[in-house]
């Protein structure tokens, strides 16, 4: 068919004998194609899951979280330090007829560790809420799934290296930690990809030894978690022992640390990207520590929820849901018990 238009005034005869309105408006080629990529529209296909932006959250493998507080501001430990006169050893002993005994004494003391509320709002706009129930996808459950990465995204940051708001620090960065660079290799250098694997092995075991001896060898404030950045994760997963064996250099520190084969423990080894540059001059660290809630913990005192249900807010059309926790800062409570070792 011949492109006519649309003509003003009277009609157009055409070739057949047959004649149009001026009314009618004719299909010329932008239109062909829109309509074209309308059938293609409603023919396809729609992918029910929602891409999800790509993340990691790894505080609740390597922090143990303990829940329950209420809305407090602060939370507070009790330390107690215990002293006899003369020593515990040789003032304890008493012969037969004394009239004096020792005795004990305790000093005590508390340290506080502070809490902030996460507060985030939901708003869904009333018309995008209304042809939501035409396409089939709730906004709703979207910002549901939004509040609760941004939540865990949150929790990540203050556990991991804290607020800097509140003047807070974490698991990574605690001035009060005590740091040091690892062993020079036989190649010249401290970094993992460098050193052979009995290198690899020393420097981690002697990082055991080291907060073990710190902890007066306490059985259970033995160390058993270890984290570093991936790139020196991957590599000892990856490199072998040998040219000529087939097991890894991970599996190798897993079958001779000092953990399982002395104390028959388990040692978990894992990777974040938090460790990468935090050490000392911009080096990357191995943070070595006890994971046992009697050692460090961060504590979620109100668990995330909705506050007081959805309201309309006139003012800006739209249904406002507000969701609060409270969470405390990381509680490291023995320092004696973790370690950072830099420059790997």
Request: hydrophobic content about 35%; charged content about 20%; aromatic content about 8%.
């Amino acid at each position: 068919m011949k492109n006519l238009g649309t003509y003003p005034g009277g009609v157009k005869t055409l070739g057949g004998g047959g004649s149009v309105p001026n009314s009618m408006r004719f299909l010329d080629g932008a239109a062909v194609q829109s309509g074209g990529a309308r059938l293609e529209s409603e023919l396809e296909k729609k992918d029910p899951i929602l891409k999800e932006p790509l993340t990691s959250v790894t505080y609740t493998r390597d922090i143990p979280i303990t829940t329950g507080g209420g809305w407090v501001d602060t939370i507070s430990a009790m330390y107690v330090q215990y002293g006899v006169l003369d020593g515990s050893n040789e003032g304890l002993a008493a012969s037969s007829g004394a009239t004096e005994s020792a005795i004990i004494q305790a000093n005590v003391a508390d340290q506080r560790w502070g809490a902030h509320i996460f507060d985030i709002t939901m708003r869904v706009d009333a018309i995008d809420q209304l042809r939501g129930k035409l396409t089939g996808r709730n906004i709703e459950d979207m910002y549901r799934e939004g509040i609760r990465l941004s939540y865990d995204k949150h929790n990540e940051m203050n556990s991991y290296l804290g607020m800097k708001r509140f003047g807070t620090c974490g698991l990574m960065n605690s001035p009060d930690v005590p740091a040091r660079m690892v062993q020079v290799g036989s190649g010249g250098g401290t970094r993992f990809i460098g050193k052979d694997p009995d290198e690899i092995l020393f420097d981690i075991n002697d990082a055991i030894v080291t907060n073990w001896n710190r902890a007066e060898n306490d059985l259970s404030a033995l160390p058993n978690h270890i984290l570093m950045p991936h790139e020196q994760l991957n590599y000892i997963i990856m490199a072998k022992v040998s040219h000529s064996a087939d097991k890894s250099i991970l599996t190798y520190i897993e079958e001779n640390n000092l953990v399982t084969k002395q104390q028959g423990g388990n040692l978990f080894i894992g990777g974040t990207n938090f460790c990468k540059g935090i050490g000392t001059g911009g080096t990357d660290r191995m943070v070595v520590y006890s994971h046992n809630k009697r050692f460090l913990k961060m504590e979620e005192l109100v668990s995330l929820y909705r506050l007081g249900g959805t309201v309309y807010n006139a003012d800006k059309k739209s249904y406002d849901s507000r969701f609060v926790a409270n969470i405390s800062q990381l509680q490291l409570l023995y320092l004696e018990t973790i370690g950072y070792y830099d420059g790997i």
